[in-house]
């Protein structure tokens, strides 16, 4: 909720960016990256930032 403000309220170069992610699909991946967490024994944890980084680029865009 937090970032998703930050993005929405941000303008670059006079152009306004929109978050366009949801709190249901970022619970879907923490599941997943649990999973796969448990699965590798804990090596994959060392990959949950970036892929919550890659989800928060993903799903930032700008308006115009």
Same mark, same amino acid.
């Given at each position: 909720?937090?970032?998703?403000?930050?993005?929405?309220?941000?303008?670059?170069?006079?152009?306004?960016?929109?978050? #366009?992610?949801?709190? =249901? +699909?970022?619970?879907?991946? *923490?599941?997943?990256?649990? $999973?796969? #967490?448990?699965?590798? =024994? +804990?090596?994959?944890?060392? *990959?949950?930032?970036?892929? $919550?980084?890659?989800?928060?680029?993903?799903?930032?865009?700008?308006?115009?």
């Amino acid at each position: 909720m937090v970032y998703g403000w930050k993005i929405n309220h941000t303008v670059i170069d006079g152009h306004r960016m929109r978050f #366009s992610g949801t709190a =249901i +699909g970022l619970f879907g991946n *923490w599941i997943k990256w649990l $999973l796969l #967490s448990i699965i590798t =024994i +804990g090596i994959y944890s060392f *990959w949950v930032g970036i892929k $919550l980084t890659d989800w928060k680029a993903k799903n930032t865009n700008f308006i115009n």
